[in-house]
C-alpha cells in the first residue's frame, strides 16, 4: 500500500471507539479518520466532528463499502464484532477488532475461516497489552532466559467499580479474555483446560460477578493463575508474574511519584484503564498503521482472537459446572 496516509473508518463510537479516532486522527503518523458509524448518531456526530468533518454512516455494512475507506477500526458492542469484522474481510480491507474477536467460539472460527478463505492475513485484535511497556519488557526477560523455563503465570486485574452489571460469562469475555491473551502470548506453550471459581457480587445482584479466578493449565506442563476484580473500589491495576525455574519476573509498578505528607507515604493508582493503558492504545495504532503501509500483518493475529475465545469457552464451562474443562479447538492453520 505504500506510504500514503490511511483512511480509517472508526465503527462503534463510545469510549473505546472515541479513544481509538481520536488517536489515529491526532497522534498517529499516516493515519486519518475520514468516517464514523454508531447506532448512537448523536455520539457519532460528535466524534466526527472531532475528526475534522469526517462522514457520519447510519449503516456499518456502507462505511465498510465506501471506496475512500481504506481500512476499519471495529469498536462497536461485543456481540456485533465477529459479523462487521467478517463483512471487512469480504470487502478485502484491514481490521482492527477491539476485543473480543467474538462472544463465542464458534463466531471466532467464522472468522478465522473467512480470513483463511483469503490467504491473506487482514485481522487484527486489540490485545494491546503486548503494546504495554510493562508487559514487553517481562515478555523480553523472560525470551532473555534469564528465569529459565517459565513455570508458573500469574495475573491480577482490577477494575475500580462495576460500569454495568456483568455475570460471570460477559467478565470471562469481555476482561478476562485480556488476560487469557497474555498468558498465551507470553508463556510457551498453549493453553490445555481452564478451571473457574467466582463470587458474586452480593445477594441483592445475583448475576452480576465480582471475582473471579482462572487456574490455567498449558500443555508443557506449566500452569497459570488468572485473577479478576471487578469493583476494587481504590482503582484499576493490571500486573503479571512468571515463575521460571530460576527466578521470578513482575511487571514493574506504574510509575508515580511518592507523596510524604501528613504522617504516609502514598503513591496514585491509576483511576481506569484509558489512563493506564493510553500509551500502549497509541502504540497499537501507530504499529497496525505501519504494518498496513508496509503490506504485511503484525500484532495479534485472528489466531489469537480465536484462542483466546477458546479458552474462554472452556472457563465458561468451567463456571457453570464446577470442574476444570479442556479446549476445544481446532489444529492451528498454517497462515498463523
Ligand atoms: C474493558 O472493556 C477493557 O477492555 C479493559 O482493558 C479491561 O481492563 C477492563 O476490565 C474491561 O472492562
Not at 472452556?314 to 498454517?334: F, Q, W
Request: with cysteine; proline share 4%.
Amino acid at each position: 500500500m505504500g506510504s500514503e496516509t490511511i483512511n480509517v473508518g472508526v465503527i462503534g463510537t463510545g469510549r473505546i471507539g472515541g479513544l481509538h479516532a481520536d488517536n489515529l486522527m491526532r497522534r498517529t503518523i499516516g493515519a486519518t479518520v475520514v468516517a464514523v458509524m454508531d447506532i448512537d448518531q448523536e455520539r457519532a456526530a460528535a466524534v466526527a466532528a472531532a475528526c475534522d468533518g469526517a462522514r457520519v454512516f447510519s449503516d456499518a455494512s456502507d462505511l465498510i463499502a465506501a471506496p475512500d475507506v481504506d481500512a476499519l477500526l471495529v469498536a462497536s458492542t461485543d456481540a456485533t464484532h465477529a459479523d462487521i469484522t467478517i463483512a471487512c474481510i469480504e470487502a478485502g480491507k484491514p481490521v482492527l477488532c477491539e476485543k473480543p474477536l467474538a462472544t463465542t467460539v464458534a463466531d471466532a472460527e467464522r472468522v478465522l475461516r473467512a480470513e483463511l478463505a483469503t490467504g491473506r492475513r487482514l485481522v487484527q485484535v486489540g490485545f494491546m497489552r503486548e503494546y504495554d511497556h510493562a508487559h514487553k519488557d517481562l515478555y523480553d526477560l523472560l525470551q532473555s532466559g534469564a528465569i529459565g523455563a517459565a513455570l508458573k503465570f500469574r495475573s491480577l486485574h482490577v477494575n475500580p467499580r462495576f460500569v454495568r452489571e456483568l455475570t460471570i460469562d460477559s467478565v470471562i469475555t469481555n476482561s478476562l479474555i485480556h488476560d487469557i491473551h497474555s498468558a498465551r502470548w507470553i508463556m510457551p506453550a498453549e493453553v490445555e483446560s481452564a478451571y473457574v471459581q467466582w463470587a458474586l457480587a452480593d445477594r441483592a445482584r445475583p448475576r452480576s460477578a465480582r471475582l473471579a479466578d482462572i487456574q490455567l493449565a498449558f500443555v508443557d506442563g506449566a500452569i497459570g493463575s488468572l485473577e479478576y476484580n471487578g469493583d476494587s473500589g481504590y482503582g484499576y491495576e493490571v500486573k503479571v508474574e512468571v515463575t521460571g525455574e530460576k527466578g521470578l519476573i513482575s511487571t514493574a509498578e506504574h510509575p508515580s511519584p511518592a507523596l510524604r505528607h501528613s504522617g504516609s507515604v502514598s503513591s496514585a493508582i491509576t483511576p481506569n484503564w484509558p489512563e493506564r493503558f493510553a500509551q500502549a492504545y497509541l502504540d497499537e495504532a501507530q504499529a497496525w498503521i505501519n504494518a498496513i503501509q508496509g503490506n504485511e500483518a503484525t500484532g495479534p493475529s485472528a489466531w489469537d482472537g480465536y484462542m483466546s475465545l477458546a479458552v474462554a469457552d472452556a472457563s465458561i464451562r468451567s463456571a457453570n459446572t464446577g470442574r476444570p474443562h479442556h479446549l476445544d479447538a481446532i489444529e492451528k492453520p498454517s497462515l498463523y
